[in-house]
């Protein structure tokens, strides 16, 4: 037996606004940032959970102090206990009622909730000696079922829907995780797409992309109409007539002024048009869908939790769901977004780049590809080429696939020397004292 | 001129717990709490903006933390030049690109947000000598409209729709500010309905709120349904055949389950059935809505900004909608809030109670009456008897009815004595060091 000893947190900022890597039509300087979480026990083995919530700066603080009052509901627990039944672990977090009233069940302390359930997986997915997404694909369908929260589901999905999509899955698990180990997942990348780069680079970048294998490459749109159709055009030429072009707007529009832009573009033939407007807004993205067909609708990078999900679904609003890490409950919200997903047969291609994002979400697609929808097709995580030589478990893409990760784990531990030199100190390491 | 020189923050939270007054069937130990904001300027008046997050105890150092990150946006800005244009003064802290990752507009950091402003309007009012619903209520609807951020409302709401809106209710305004001075706005009570009263308890307190002249009374449901059918029982013996119960579940239910325990409630005749399930759940509310007309749907009080609340009635989820004061993005968020009911044509019965809610939103009510809706019809604020005292401008309810604040400001400061009684230093005031 053993128990939690400690909960240590972190503020840690890279300074990436001095190279505009990041910038887009809503976000045009952004410091990619990790409010950073370590849960300690004192078994002998000396392994901790190491997790993160993703922020671009200003305000990581406040999601540090989120992941603080955590402390209270980990530290003294029964370590086996707890990793023995990780949907008791993510309720007891989720449903403090005082807690509760800063979301419900969404923002900045939603998120604290969710770093602390993938640094629980971070722990017992070490402790089995697996990396997170081989461990959750050999989980019985009954255990992963219980690991979803079905409150305010029901109406969409149930519990033992839940349970008939998994054990569908079950026979073809092993082939598909032999497939993984050797294949990787697919990759697509957004690195060529910012807005602040220059049609050189643009050209040049999305000329690399189709050399270095990826299968599609994705262009920020919708700060100027005029640009957008400049960029589209050179990288439409850069990459070739049949090569998929996904267009992300990042909240930028209403949902006529997204329609008509998107119509405004379709000449270049968009793969697919991602965050035309709020997340919040169910009914907008419904509408928009309908508007720019048969371009599809793609968001969740910044969709607060299942429930908004559930109706993006329902709605007809998303025909491709992009699951995020850090935004939602951990793991097991993440788990039950997948259900959904496979529920409406909508496909997953997760949100990822920021910093360590695409280490910890690729663990989410290939657990979605051996137990979940059992497919490749249409699926590709977002890969985005910063910062990963700060995590101890980097990202390996090659040819354009995620290499399916070997290392214990959930990829989210930075090394000791990263969180040391980056850790906030009101100013930005290397910027001077 | 003048300039803001101090954003003061406060951790205050009283121990409300200790006597369950304001158990229901989702938070049933809150310790009514504020996170407190106090903008402090050089100018000679001495003049003060002082606002607050309401939040129920745990977590609300994390909402003071939020709070913090603001003093950058504020400190040093010229007063008269903000205070002269609020739109932009609530833009320049909603749209800070960085702090929005943390929502977008929504939970922990947007309730901060929301804070700040209405601090801003404290002392905007205070500098006009004027009560806040009396200082907005004689704005020219251009500069009403110039305070509402559209952005993600124009499939709803334009601004020539809310010019129209404003202008139409023009006329009137000098006669319902004479009218409201002289009668108030109605209230209705919650007092009685708390699921951890007694039966006894619960049948005073009806006849209580009946003889003290309060028009409706509300009580909390979704823990147990036959309790529920005996509390109901009781309090309409108490109350009598005509007179308007509310119920209120606080988002204890799925979809099913909430049109299934609403009918098995029928016949009880509830006025509204308040929070049935997730604020999150646009399209449940829409098919609660459906499956137990007559009784209508009521929400808000967690709804976290106009986008949701623009969809609630777009699909028909919510035939009351009842805003809080500190949930959104403070007084221009709720100005876009009251100009969407009216378009849509939905009474306004905020939500309020907790520690200074009634006083904060009985300006947002009064405002609506004088110079928005134009109408007290179905309208009514919910009103506790709780804390009042703490308040240097208390709430006055007499008959039943909220008498309409005179004194300049917000109402939404609080005695430095109690603040200071009340402070958090880890342990409940009055429980002992």
């Known amino acids: 037996m053993s128990t939690i000893v400690s909960v240590d947190t972190r503020d840690i900022r890279f300074p990436t606004s001095l190279s505009l890597d990041g910038s887009d039509a809503m976000n045009p300087d952004p410091d990619y940032s990790a409010a950073y979480?370590?849960?300690?026990?004192?078994?002998?083995?000396?392994?901790?959970?190491?997790?993160?919530?993703?922020?671009?700066?200003?305000?990581n603080d406040v999601q540090v102090a989120a992941l603080e009052t955590l402390r209270g509901h980990l530290v003294g627990r029964d370590v086996e206990e707890l990793l023995a039944d990780m949907g008791a672990a993510s309720r007891l977090l989720t449903h403090d009622s005082q807690l509760?009233?800063?979301?419900?069940?969404?923002?900045?302390?939603?998120?604290?909730?969710g770093a602390a359930v993938n640094a629980l997986w971070d722990l017992r997915a070490k402790r089995a000696g697996q990396p997170l997404w081989a461990h959750l694909s050999q989980l019985a369908p009954e255990e992963l079922v219980s690991l979803?929260?079905?409150?305010?589901?029901s109406d969409a999905l149930t519990p033992a829907e839940a349970l008939a999509i998994l054990r569908a899955a079950e026979p073809g698990r092993a082939a598909r995780h032999a497939e993984l180990l050797e294949l990787g997942f697919p990759a697509y990348t957004t690195t060529p797409g910012w807005l602040g780069y220059s049609d050189e680079k643009l050209?040049?970048?999305?000329?690399?992309a189709v050399a270095d294998g990826f299968p599609q490459i994705k262009l920020k749109v919708g700060a100027d109409l005029e640009a957008d159709r400049r960029r589209l055009a050179i990288a439409r030429r850069a990459v070739g007539d049949d090569f998929p072009i996904a267009i992300d707007a990042n909240q930028r529009w209403d949902v006529a002024d997204a329609i008509a832009w998107v119509n405004a573009l379709s000449e270049f033939r968009p793969a697919w048009i991602e965050e035309p407007t709020s997340p919040d807004d169910i009914l907008g993205h419904a509408a928009i869908a309908r508007g720019v067909a048969p371009v599809r609708v793609a968001t969740g990078e910044h969709v607060q939790n299942r429930i908004v999900f559930k109706q993006l679904l329902q709605a007809g609003g998303m025909q491709v769901m992009q699951i995020d890490a850090t935004r939602v409950g951990g793991v097991n919200e993440n788990i039950a977004n997948l259900l959904l997903a496979a529920k409406?047969?909508?496909?997953?291609?997760?949100?990822?780049?920021g910093v360590g994002l695409c280490e910890a979400v690729q663990h989410l697609s290939m657990f979605d590809f051996v137990a979940v929808s059992g497919s490749m097709d249409g699926r590709m995580i977002e890969y985005v080429d910063h910062l990963h030589e700060h995590f101890?478990?980097?990202?390996?893409?090659?040819?354009?696939?995620?290499?399916?990760?070997t290392a214990p784990g959930a990829g989210t531990e930075m090394h000791a020397s990263s969180i040391e030199e980056f850790a906030w100190r009101g100013v930005h390491a290397g910027a001077g004292a």
Chains 1, 2 share one sequence.
Not at 344 to 352: D, L, N, S, T, Y
């Open 37 to 59: 979480l370590v849960i300690r026990t004192d078994a002998a083995d000396g392994l901790a959970g190491h997790a993160f919530v993703f922020t671009i700066g200003r305000g």
């Open 100 to 113: 509760r009233w800063l979301g419900p069940e969404k923002g900045v302390m939603h998120m604290a909730i």
């Open 148 to 153: 979803v929260d079905f409150r305010y589901l």
């Open 203 to 208: 050209d040049r970048l999305c000329r690399e």
């Open 344 to 353: 409406f047969g909508v496909p997953v291609c997760p949100h990822a780049g």
């Open 392 to 405: 101890v478990s980097p990202t390996l893409v090659a040819r354009g696939r995620y290499l399916a990760p």
